[in-house]
């Protein structure tokens, strides 16, 4: 099966600065790549999302790129808020199963 | 709408005990599926849904079972609870099949604790 691997496991951040995290994944196959956010007690919600046929998808400040050749995935967030800080999932979609990273956790320092 | 909704919040349960969680969902959503959640490992599939009456195993599928036996409801049945079922759960739905690409909801999840 697909296999997800996500990086950083936490990340500290300033406030107004920017926080990235990779994924990469195995399998050829998958073709779309979600980006959820988690609060703590909640469950996760889709932030920004990107199919095969494109390389980056940004959406005011928070951007994902996707390399396929190198079969890895990043998300970017710019100018960072302290609602930013939550646990951040990658996700790789094929056929109708949904592979998750093991998540970031995001701190945003005031 | 009440979107995606997960009960009970909370549950004990003794080892070899059996339990269903209930999910449902209001949004007319032809897919469905139950994921758990531990600590360091992400989500993981156990079971899913393509429409009524349709279901499929995941990745970590065994001691569970499932049914769809109507569109808005997906009740997820531990037969004989074990300690390594202790995890968060979560249930999700999306319009059509989730590979057409169509955002997933998630439930707010129900925590069980396996003793």
């Known amino acids: 099966g697909e296999n997800v691997e996500q990086h950083p496991s936490t990340l500290s951040v300033q406030e107004g600065d920017s926080a990235v995290i990779k994924c990469t994944y195995s399998?050829?196959?998958?073709?779309?790549f979600p980006w959820y956010k988690q609060e703590l007690g909640k469950g996760p919600q889709l932030i920004i999302d990107i199919r095969s046929n494109v390389g980056e998808k940004k959406d005011q400040r928070i951007a994902v790129t996707l390399n396929k050749t190198a079969k890895h995935f990043s998300l970017h967030i710019t100018e960072t808020q302290p609602e930013d800080s939550a646990v951040y999932f990658c996700a790789a979609l094929r056929g109708y199963k949904l592979s998750f990273g093991a998540g970031t956790t995001v701190t945003v320092r005031a | 709408n009440a979107g995606v909704t997960q009960t009970p919040k909370f549950q004990v349960l003794k080892t070899g005990q059996s339990m269903t969680l209930q999910c449902a969902q209001d949004m007319n959503h032809e897919y469905m599926s139950w994921y758990r959640q531990d600590p360091g490992m992400g989500l993981r599939l156990i079971h899913y849904s393509v429409g009524a009456g349709i279901t499929d195993q995941g990745e970590v599928p065994n001691g569970y079972n499932v049914s769809r036996s109507t569109t808005e409801d997906f009740p997820l049945r531990l037969l004989s609870a074990a300690p390594s079922q202790t995890s968060v759960y979560f249930c999700?739905?999306?319009?059509?099949?989730?590979?057409?690409?169509?955002?997933?909801?998630f439930g707010p999840g129900t925590r069980l604790t396996v003793t």
């Open positions: 999700a739905s999306s319009h059509e099949a989730l590979a057409s690409f169509n955002e997933q909801y």
């Open positions: 399998d050829s196959a998958s073709n779309y």
